[in-house]
């Protein structure tokens, strides 16, 4: 009958540790209730339904909310399943096969003007400026990487070693 409980009312307390992502809160609730119904299970073998339920549930939120945060990012936003999405795709891996600076260019142009908040088009395409020895070129695309994405690293590596250079 405790487990029942505890299987029942902690998904409902971790409403309370709900955190913006949404895919650590369903992990957690998830990794609670299968950790509680597994420790009651073993808890049984032992005689300690209650303690085993109560542990397998904690130690299982826990694993479940680190699984829901990994699911989280890892989910694709809807806009990457558009056409101009998958376009702009297209232009991005022909620009990378392509052997010429200023063909990869043009096609990077082309994936911006249909997905302008990709920062890693804007971070490419500043390498082709710098195939092309233009610090100018490449350091404004490596900024406007950044300006979509504060936090894109590479870009930001980008800039770093240009101010060295």
Request: aromatic share 6%; with cysteine; hydrophobic share 40%.
């Amino acid at each position: 009958m405790r487990i029942a409980v505890v299987v029942m009312v902690l998904p409902v307390l971790l409403i309370g540790c709900k955190s913006a992502n949404s895919g650590s809160f369903t992990g957690a609730a998830v990794g609670a209730t299968a950790g509680a119904v597994a420790g009651g299970v073993i808890g049984h073998q032992s005689g300690k339904k209650w303690q085993g339920a109560l542990i397998g549930a904690a130690a299982g939120g826990t694993a479940g909310w680190v699984v829901g945060t990994e699911l989280g990012k890892n989910t694709e936003p809807a806009a990457k399943t558009t056409p101009e999405y998958r376009e702009a795709k297209s232009y991005f891996d022909e620009a990378n096969r392509t052997e010429n600076p200023r063909e990869a260019i043009d096609l990077y142009d082309k994936a911006i003007e249909l997905e302008p908040d990709l920062p890693e088009l804007h971070n490419n395409k500043g390498l082709q400026y710098l195939k092309m020895g233009d610090e100018t070129g490449a350091r404004r695309c490596f900024e406007d990487a950044l300006r979509v994405d504060p936090d894109y690293r590479p870009a930001a590596q980008n800039l770093e070693r240009l101010a060295a250079s």
